[in-house]
């Protein structure tokens, strides 16, 4: 039997005896990280009765969804993103509405790479073409917006003003809340070890066995672990992240007080360009910057990546452009990403079981569209006409990529 994290509401003493559950649910949802969470608090919202299984003890570190902060933008390459982020940030407001929390926190966001650098006029035309508020920066007004960051030569500078952090465990346990207060149902350290596809599915843990009408999978790393038992595997690729703080070496320097933006350099060929950060927010003094590229690993034996390569490209990048932190992380914490092979998410149907329903492959860039994940992956769970085109999300794009056992 799974701990709850939260007072249990009437609804969550369901009996479980003998190990099969004599409920069935509306649906079950695998995975308690930020897309299962919302995806279950979508459901009771609209009355389902919903199961949330989890297989670590929550709140745990060992997925994608921990830590304190991650940055929301609207800045993206794609119209589809920028256009999904305008109802995303109604819906982290309403959430901070309903449940009397702060979850934002409007920094902006400093975007910066060679000025006629594909990827750079791509994020600045798509923001343009969006109504993005945002300002362009010159090399001669720079540093007066930005003080104690350096712009490369060459380098274009815009800020998407809305952008910010979002406070992510935060979020997690608020989410998980809400759901709970609608009458769901969390059952922490149960982690599933098979399912039985059907008209009704059945859902074996490592406590039980349940049984819904419908299955949605948001397992996260393990996505490829758990579609194997309904005989799919999708192209996916799991890599370890060092999350590595730096020290101001004047505290405050950086400082989300001071509303020291989040940052990320944009795509090009050289290795120095996969980093981004956040202002010094969580560890009073540290500043977040990382590298968006990972060593491959087994979510299951995450801590046996030990690559650093990163860490010297980081040093580099610090001490050439923040002058004002000393170039030495501080601190290293490690958090995982699930990539696809266009960085696109993965949301879809099972191809012959129309009630399983998965969002995977997050790419490293899923925990803003939270609540449209969880909007899109329960009108998908109950047969509905997806509120968004879902095509660049379609599991079909992977053609040849996506063995399927069936
Ligand atoms: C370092 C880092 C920085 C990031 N920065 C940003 C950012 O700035 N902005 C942004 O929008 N996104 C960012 N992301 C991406 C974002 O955090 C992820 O896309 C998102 O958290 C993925 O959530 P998930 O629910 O898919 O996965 P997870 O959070 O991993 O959730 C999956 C859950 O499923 C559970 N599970 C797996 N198998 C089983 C089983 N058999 N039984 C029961 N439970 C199971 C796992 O334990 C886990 O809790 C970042 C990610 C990382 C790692
Ligand atoms: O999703 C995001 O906004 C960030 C961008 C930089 C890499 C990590 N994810």
Same mark, same amino acid.
């Given at each position: 039997m799974g701990e709850l994290i939260f007072q249990p509401s009437p609804r969550e003493l369901v009996p479980n005896t003998n190990n099969m559950s004599s409920v069935e649910y509306d649906c079950i949802v695998i995975g308690a990280g930020v897309q299962g969470s919302f995806t279950a608090y979508q459901l009771a919202k609209r009355n389902k009765k919903t199961l949330l299984l989890e297989q670590f003890v929550l709140p745990h570190t060992r997925g994608s969804s921990h830590g304190q902060t991650r940055i929301i933008r609207k800045a993206y390459e794609q119209d589809f993103y920028t256009q999904m982020m305008d109802e995303c940030y109604k819906l982290w407001s309403q959430l901070e509405r309903e449940a009397g929390v702060t979850l934002y926190r409007q920094t902006g966001l400093l975007v910066m790479g060679p000025e006629h650098s594909d990827s750079y006029l791509l994020y600045k035309n798509t923001m343009e073409r969006n109504n993005v508020p945002m300002v362009i920066l010159t090399p001669e007004n720079f540093s007066q917006h930005i003080p104690n960051v350096i712009l490369a030569e060459g380098d274009g500078a815009l800020v998407d003003i809305n952008a910010g952090v979002l406070y992510a465990d935060r979020a997690l346990k608020t989410v998980q809340g809400q759901f709970q207060k609608l009458g769901g149902v969390i059952r922490d350290k149960e982690k599933v070890t098979d399912i039985t596809p059907g008209p009704v599915v059945t859902v074996s843990t490592s406590a039980g066995v349940y049984r819904a009408k419908s299955l949605v999978i948001t397992a996260g790393p393990w996505a490829n672990k758990l579609l194997a038992h309904i005989g799919l595997q999708l192209p996916l690729e799991v890599q370890k992240i060092n999350v590595c703080y730096w020290k101001e070496k004047?505290?405050? /320097?950086?400082d989300v007080k001071k509303r020291f933006p989040c940052f990320l350099l944009t795509e090009g060929e050289e290795s120095d360009r996969h980093i981004y950060g956040l202002p010094s927010n969580e560890y009073p003094g540290l500043v977040k910057i990382c590298y968006h590229i990972g060593g491959e690993t087994d979510p299951d034996h $995450?801590?046996?990546? /030990?690559? $650093?390569?990163d860490i010297g490209i980081l040093q580099r990048f610090v001490a050439r452009c923040f002058p004002g932190l000393i170039p030495e992380p501080a601190v290293v914490e490690s958090c995982m990403y699930t990539l696809t092979p266009d960085s696109h998410f993965v949301l879809d149907c099972h191809p012959a079981y129309s009630n399983i329903v998965f969002g995977a492959g997050f790419s490293g860039h899923g925990f803003k569209f939270g609540p449209i994940i969880g909007k899109l992956l329960c009108e998908l769970s109950l047969g509905e006409v997806p509120s968004y085109d879902l095509s660049p999300f379609r599991i079909r794009r992977f053609q040849g990529n996506t063995k399927s056992a069936l």
């Open positions: 004047v505290p405050g /320097t950086y $995450r801590d046996k990546q /030990t690559d $650093r390569s």
